[in-house]
Every structure is written in structure tokens, then in C-alpha cells.
């Protein structure tokens, strides 16, 4: 699933591509995607609107248009590329932006499971798609005196407590195993359990692990690039996310891979042990 890097690198592409571009129509060929309003008013409402501005809220992208705000959430291989009219549609096209210059903004999903919703702007930070969302893991948003509040209510894994959108939003299970690793924390000790220092050190390692990340371009595991196409190169730095099997480059010692909050956790049980 696109985290928070990846969903940040779409952004920047899409934001190049497609801004002061008018929609002309949308074609929806899988309802499913659309998850309000209704396909009919989702339709009506968007043609003519002009794409002003891309953000993001976690693993959000949020396109600001005249009048609305269309949330787009990419779920596990969600992607848009913007090609021209002419070109053939492969059978992934799941929804199309017709824009004012015989190009096409195209959302492809193999999986399908991507959702779409169209908002007032008035009524956008009240939809329930960003209400519960926790602050955003960046200098000066994330503060380590939340993380210290939310820890000490909860005696769930820290490995699990990383990937609650509510305490922390855009960690997924890649970025959560890295910044254990660099934290050195086991993922499996409870976040009540975190010494003063434990949480000093992983505020640090959120921050490095996600600006890294983001400027890497993300990671490419499977099928993710960002809207020019090109993959991110992260999965180059990665010290324990996939490495079962593998020799720690801290330690030597060999990397293991468990289950924890129903996810596969990667760690290394010689480094991570506090």
C-alpha cells in the first residue's frame, strides 16, 4: 500500500501535470470506486471544474477544484497517469478525467480498492475520511509530547500503536519496521512501556525515517511509481522491511520476521531489544 512518501511523491507529480487543467466530463467504469456522492452527482458536480492545487493528509491526496475537494485514497495499488485522449485504455481504468486540452487524467486500480469522494470545501475537514487522522510525522507537527500522551493510554505493541492513523497519520507497515529498527525498539513492546529516552529517540527516528523516504522518491516493492511513472528508490535503504533471512548491517546478526497487529514485522532480535 502507497504510505505517506509515496502518496507525497504522486502529489508532487500530479501537481506539475494537471494543475489550471478544466474537467470536461468523467467516465466511471467501476462504481465501487466512488464512494460519495452518488456516481450520477459525482459526475454532474465535477464537469467544469479547474484543478487549483494538490495536497495531502496522510495517505490522502486531496485535489482542491473551484468549488469542491475530490479525496482520493490509492489503498493498495491505486495510481493516476495523464495520457492523451487517443490513447488505448487498459482494462485497470477504472475512472476518467476528460480535461480541456485533449488529455486524459486516468485512475487505474488493479485490485480495485481505491475510494474516491467528492466534498465542499466547506464541509472537508468535518468528512469522515480525515476527521480521526493524528498529526502529520514532520518537524514541528509531530511533537514529542503527544507521542508521550497517546503512549501512556495505550498498552498495545508499539509496532501497532505506529500504524494507528489516529496517534501518527501516513506510517505504514514498511516505514513503521524501519523506524523501530533505527530506534532500536523491539515492535512487539507496549508503547505504555516506553522509557523518556525510547520515545526521544523513535520522535527522532519517525522524522528522519519519513523525510528520507520522501526524498528518495518512496518505495517501489511491487507496482508503485508516481505519476510520471517512475519508481521510488527507498527500497535501496531498507535495513530490516523485507530482509528475513538476511544478515543485520548493524549487528550481523540475522534478521527475523514475526506477526504482530496482524502484519508482518521485520526486526533484528539483537538490535532491537529495549
Not at 44 to 66: N, P, Q, S
Not at 159 to 183: P, T
Not at 261 to 271: D, K
Request: aromatic share 6%.
Amino acid at each position: 500500500m502507497p504510505e505517506l512518501p509515496e502518496v507525497e511523491n504522486v502529489k508532487n507529480g500530479l501537481t506539475k501535470l494537471i494543475i489550471g487543467k478544466k474537467i470536461m466530463a468523467v467516465d466511471i467504469l467501476w462504481n465501487n470506486i466512488i464512494k460519495d456522492p452518488s456516481v450520477e452527482v459525482f459526475r454532474r458536480e465535477l464537469e467544469g471544474e479547474t484543478f487549483r492545487e494538490i495536497k495531502r493528509r496522510g495517505k490522502f491526496l486531496l485535489f482542491v477544484l473551484d468549488n469542491y475537494t475530490l479525496i482520493s485514497h490509492l489503498r493498495m495499488e491505486g495510481k493516476f497517469r495523464l495520457e492523451s485522449s487517443g490513447q488505448n485504455r487498459t482494462k485497470h481504468t477504472h475512472v476518467i478525467f476528460k480535461l480541456d486540452n485533449n488529455e486524459e487524467l486516468r485512475y487505474l486500480d488493479v485490485r480495485k480498492f481505491g475510494r474516491m469522494s467528492l466534498v465542499a470545501h466547506s464541509d472537508l475537514q468535518m468528512h469522515p475520511s480525515l476527521t480521526h487522522l493524528g498529526p502529520e510525522p514532520v518537524e514541528n507537527n509531530l511533537l514529542k509530547s503527544h507521542l508521550e500522551h497517546k503512549f501512556k493510554k495505550t498498552s498495545r505493541p508499539i509496532k501497532a500503536v505506529l500504524l494507528d492513523q489516529s496517534i501518527v497519520a501516513g506510517i505504514g507497515n514498511i516505514y513503521a519496521d524501519e523506524i523501530l529498527f533505527l530506534s532500536g525498539i523491539y515492535p512487539g513492546k507496549l508503547a505504555v512501556e516506553l522509557s523518556e529516552e525510547d520515545i526521544v529517540i523513535l520522535h527522532q527516528s519517525i522524522l528522519q525515517i519519513m523525510a528520507e523516504a520522501v526524498n528518495s522518491g518512496g518505495t517501489t516493492i511491487r507496482t508503485y511509481s508516481n505519476a510520471y511513472g517512475l519508481e521510488g528508490s527507498y527500497q535501496n535503504k531498507l535495513k530490516v522491511y523485507g530482509k528475513a533471512g538476511e544478515a543485520c548491517s548493524r549487528c550481523g546478526h540475522t534478521i527475523e520476521k514475526t506477526k504482530i497487529a496482524q502484519r508482518g514485522t521485520h526486526y533484528c532480535p539483537s538490535c532491537q531489544v529495549h
